[in-house]
C-alpha cells in the first residue's frame, strides 16, 4: 500500500533561514507524482510544488525546492529565505494512477512550520 | 476566473441526520475528488468523480455518496451523520490528465 511519512510535527526556523521538511514515501508503483502544499489557519490548500517519479531534475518553484531521492524514497521540501507569511501547515502527497484513469492523492500526516522574526 | 468555490462555509448538524455539500470546479477542470481532514490530520480521500461517475473510492463506508453534474459541479451527501464526521471537508478539481488539483476553501461541519 502507498503511504507517505512525515516525521517532523513541528519546525521552527528563523525568517530569512533556509528551512527542510522532510517526506519519505513508499510505493511499488513506478510512475507517481510527488506534492507538497501549504495550508494556512484558513484551512485552503494551496499547491507549492510537483515532481514526477521520471523527472530527472528536481524541481523548483520560486523560493521551494523539492529534493527528490529516488533510490531512498524521499521527497524533501527546501524552502529558502523563509518569510513570516510561511508559517503554516506543509502536507506532503503522493499520486496513485489507477487503471481506470482515475487517480488518488494521499496525504501525509504534515508538519506545522514556524517562523520566527 | 473563479477558482474552486464550495458551500456552505460552516455547518452544524446533529448526530444522525443527513448533511449535503457542494463543489463548483475550476472554470475547465472535468475532475472532482472529495477529501476529510480530521483536526489535526491530513486529508483522507473520500472518492473521485469524472463525466458524472464516481471512478475511484477511499476508505469511507457507504453513508458517504455523492454526485457530479453534467456541469461538472458536485454534492458530497453523508447520511446518519456521526460524531466521528465532524471534520473539513475539502473539494479538490482538476483536469484527469493533469497533475494539477486546486482545493476550495472548505466546508467546516460540526456534529454534536
Redesign the interface.
Known amino acids: 500500500a502507498q503511504k507517505?511519512t512525515q516525521t517532523q510535527p513541528g519546525m521552527f526556523v528563523q525568517e530569512k533561514e533556509a528551512v527542510t521538511l522532510d517526506c519519505t514515501y513508499d510505493t511499488s508503483d513506478p510512475s507517481y507524482?510527488l506534492?507538497w502544499?501549504k495550508q494556512p489557519s484558513?484551512?485552503?490548500?494551496?499547491?507549492l510544488i510537483?515532481q514526477?517519479s521520471y523527472d530527472q531534475q528536481n524541481a523548483t518553484e520560486g523560493r521551494y525546492s523539492l529534493n527528490f531521492q529516488k533510490a531512498r524514497k524521499s521527497a524533501n521540501l527546501v524552502i529558502s529565505a523563509s518569510q513570516l507569511g510561511d508559517s503554516a501547515m506543509y502536507?506532503c502527497?503522493m499520486?496513485d494512477t489507477?487503471e481506470?484513469?482515475?487517480?488518488?492523492?494521499?496525504?501525509?500526516?504534515?508538519t506545522r512550520l514556524f517562523v520566527k522574526a | 476566473d473563479a477558482g474552486v468555490t464550495q458551500s456552505p462555509t460552516h455547518l452544524i448538524k446533529t448526530r444522525g441526520q443527513q448533511v449535503t455539500l457542494r463543489c463548483s470546479p475550476k472554470s475547465g477542470h472535468d475532475?472532482v475528488?472529495w477529501?476529510q481532514q480530521a483536526l489535526g490530520?491530513?486529508?483522507?480521500?473520500i472518492f473521485?468523480y469524472?463525466e458524472e461517475e464516481e471512478?475511484?473510492r477511499?476508505n469511507f463506508p457507504d453513508r458517504f455518496s455523492g454526485h457530479q453534474f453534467p456541469n461538472y459541479s458536485s454534492e458530497l451527501n453523508v447520511n446518519a451523520l456521526l460524531l466521528g464526521d465532524s471534520a473539513?471537508y475539502?473539494c479538490?478539481s482538476s483536469l484527469?490528465s493533469s497533475?494539477?488539483?486546486?482545493?476550495?476553501?472548505?466546508t467546516?461541519l460540526t456534529v454534536t
Open positions: 507517505i507524482g506534492f502544499y484558513s484551512g485552503e490548500m494551496i499547491f510537483y514526477g502536507f502527497a499520486r489507477q481506470t484513469g482515475g487517480f488518488k492523492t494521499i496525504f501525509g500526516a504534515g | 475532475t475528488s477529501y490530520q491530513g486529508p483522507q480521500f473521485q469524472y471512478r475511484q477511499g473539513l475539502l479538490a484527469l497533475f494539477e488539483q486546486y482545493f476550495g476553501p472548505g467546516r
